[in-house]
């Protein structure tokens, strides 16, 4: 039986929490919040331990590993503990708000030979990785651009997301997830571009939009929190070949990512000289899919391949690459 801890009871901490909770060999053993009637709540739930303190969960005995879903300015602390005390590592997207902060949690995980891991689920989302696999054939041939949109209201679930000095704002923390797509299908950026609006609530860059440049292919994202409140959040890739293209799209039954009503989704080929037509995609629960992944890598002992920390400390990169353009208007090299 693989033990996990839960470090955060909001809603990311109870999404990785049911996912663990719903795989076979796999218990839940303590959940943590400062608020010990959340702790309670989301413990309840899934057969767990609540704690108050994340420390001691950190360093119980039982635990062999840890799941931190806390706010991004606390990933380096909490992760580095949850290393130095011997437990695998989990860690909610995006890495930390510096390039410096990834490389020291790097340097901890490598001492101490543990595995750390970052949650970009869309690494482990099943259209996502069934249209990445379609491209990775070649069958429409090479790449040439890609456009992506990541489009919510304000985010109601956890007011430190209101607050970039802590959250790093939209680009961390929600445009992030598809300049992380981009760096999956096209490898290192040149060059990044940005232009985009602050929030008159948060001050922050809560729209972006982002053209990377990878040499042979160019791409261009835009990620939005300034939606209207009741916005359905909507994700799509669309990624042109020479020979045709591939789209994802997909809309939210209800208002924003939280939202648990099924929505609409599409992932289609159009390829010359052929009628449009579905890819096919193995069903399945984008973080349970990455709940899963882990606890085989902590299971056996294996590096993990996708959600790796160097991955994310380029997503990282990439996405500061991005703010630095909003704020200077000027192109951004990497």
Not at 4 to 25: E, N, S
Not at 140 to 147: M, N, Q, R, V, Y
Not at 305 to 320: M, S
Request: glycine letters at 10%; aromatic letters at 8%; charged letters at 20%.
């Amino acid at each position: 039986m693989l033990n996990i801890g839960i470090l955060g009871a909001g809603f990311m901490g109870g999404t990785h929490a049911r996912a663990f909770a719903g795989l076979p060999d796999v218990h839940v053993a303590g959940v943590t919040s400062r608020s010990a009637d959340r702790a309670a709540a989301l413990a309840r739930e899934v057969g767990a331990e609540p704690f108050t303190d994340a420390l001691a969960l950190v360093r119980d005995p039982r635990v062999d590993a840890v799941s931190i879903t806390l706010p991004t300015h606390l990933h380096r602390e909490y992760t580095t503990a949850a290393l130095e005390a011997g437990k695998h590592v989990l860690l909610e997207k995006p890495m930390a708000l510096s390039v410096p902060d990834c490389d020291a949690m790097i340097e901890v995980a490598q001492k101490n030979r543990r595995i750390l891991m970052v949650a970009h689920v869309l690494r482990f989302w099943p259209e996502y990785t069934a249209l990445v696999g379609f491209l990775q054939t070649g069958q429409i041939g090479k790449a040439l651009s890609a456009t992506a949109q990541r489009l919510a209201g304000p985010p109601r679930w956890s007011d430190w997301l209101l607050h970039p000095e802590l959250s790093g704002g939209e680009v961390l923390d929600l445009h992030i997830h598809d300049l992380d797509t981009f760096n999956w299908l096209f490898g290192q950026p040149r060059t990044v571009y940005s232009r985009g609006q602050r929030s008159s609530e948060t001050n922050g860059w809560d729209l972006a939009l982002t053209l990377v440049d990878y040499g042979a292919v160019r791409a261009f994202a835009e990620g939005s929190a300034l939606q209207p409140l009741d916005y359905p959040f909507t994700m799509n890739l669309c990624v042109l070949c020479e020979q045709g293209s591939v789209e994802f799209r997909s809309r939210a039954g209800g208002v924003q990512v939280d939202s648990r009503d099924a929505g609409t989704n599409s992932l289609l080929v159009y390829e010359g000289g052929r009628a449009p037509y579905a890819l096919p995609v193995i069903p399945g629960d984008g973080y349970a899919n990455q709940a899963a992944y882990f606890a085989d890598c902590v299971r056996s002992g294996r590096a993990p391949e996708r959600g790796t920390a160097r991955q994310a400390r380029l997503a990282v990169q990439t996405a500061l690459a991005a703010r630095e353009s909003l704020e200077t208007g000027r192109v951004i090299a990497l």
